[in-house]
Nanobody
Framework: QVQLVESGGGLVQAGGSLRLSCVVS????????MGWFRQTPGNEREFTAA????????DYVDSVAGRFTISRDNAKNMVHLQMNNLRPEDTAVYYC????????????????WGQGTQVTVSS
């Protein structure tokens, strides 16, 4: 059974930082590229960041580039999203997901999803 479990969400003031983590089980982790998406009520789930299976390449949506950093630890089957200089518009539920093709900017490219973790940024 494949499981992706996110953690690290919470409430933070604008300008602050959070680090999201996702632990993966039930699949061969280093066979998958990993991504983070986010979703607000009434909106589509949108691509945020992705990292190759080896960690040697990353991809970011323009709105988070320079503020967010995605990383992975293949020994621990974990992927992280370091979020700095957070803005109120970053408020969303954040999901981690596993994909086979690169660059995985589209939802259909992902085979597995976590349940999400809420990030709320106050102004």
């Amino acid at each position: 059974q494949v499981q992706l479990v996110e953690s690290g969400g919470g409430l933070v003031q604008a300008g602050g930082s959070l680090r999201l983590s996702c632990v993966v089980s039930g699949l061969t982790f280093n066979n998958y590229h990993m991504g983070w998406f986010r979703q607000t009520p009434g909106n589509e789930r949108e691509f945020t960041a992705a990292i190759t299976w080896s960690g040697d390449s990353t991809d970011y949506v323009d709105s988070v580039a320079g503020r967010f950093t995605i990383s992975r630890d293949n020994a621990k089957n974990m992927v992280h999203l370091q979020m700095n200089n957070l803005r109120p518009e970053d408020t969303a539920v954040y999901y981690c997901a596993a994909a086979r093709s690169w660059p995985p900017r589209k939802r259909f490219q992902y085979d597995y999803w976590g349940q999400g973790t809420q990030v709320t940024v106050s102004s």
